[in-house]
């Protein structure tokens, strides 16, 4: 990958929950970790992604068909719409159809931007930050696309631009912590403590992810740390996992602890990639999961903020 520029798939401004103040968050391309119930799957792949909504498409199988250069699209089995062969797409760079249509059923989640071309982008966002805000790294994930992202933060850091990421720190260690010297706040999440699990949720074990936390908190590093759990019903909130979890929060030197419950805010994506989503079975983490989750935390030492309710 050409490291003076980078995959983005979203730019959102006027963010509040993604670090102090009013923020920019910019969501890159790219994950190590395959989550279950990740919530922007469009955000995986360090490639575009073709999106098809259903519900916008209108004029038939015509102009995007015709428009196709290797022959993917084709009616719907069923009902009004189209059908793509995916497999036909993989590594189509034309993208003839979604310019075929007009109607927007059709569209590409991804851009590529040179450093230079994000950083007007933040600094024209600067004047809405206030005292507080700053730059977000999400994704995705920007451990996937390091030089770019470091590229970034470092920029931001020499203006004086306040950093923030959101990160599962599945990196190389010193990789990770030459980017996390332009970090001034960071969320990190702990998804499970038994590495079994970890693998069964995300497909990697979290050996990599514990080191990388304690060799930030052990390095000097000036800045805030958040841990935070996505609390997924039957997979993490039992006994065991939050007071392993409780416990490994207080060996880092840490007391507060963000825990997120699991919402279905993403399925619709799934269906727009044609792919599959493991969880379309799974409920959201209902109130009551959750206050038994922040109980189980405060009885181990531990603040625990639920959701948006963050300290800052």
Known sequence: MDETRGLVFDIQGFSVHDGPGCRTLVFLSGCPLRCAWCSNPEGLLTKPRLLYRRSRCGCGVGRCAQACPRGAIGPAA???????????CAGCTDLACVRACYREALAVCGNWLTKDGLMRVLRRDRACWGQDGGVTLGGGDPLAQMGFSREILAACSAEGIHTAVETCAHAPTGEFLALMRHVRWAFIDLKHMDPARHVQGTGRDNCLILKNIRALLASGWPGTLMLRM????GYNDDGENLARTAEFVKSAGLRELNALPFHRLGESKYGQLGAPWGLSGQASASAEVMAAVRQAFAAAGIECYVGHDTPF
């Open 230 to 233: 996505p609390v997924i019903p």
């Open 78 to 88: 069923s009902g009004p719409g189209i059908e793509i062969a995916r497999s036909r």
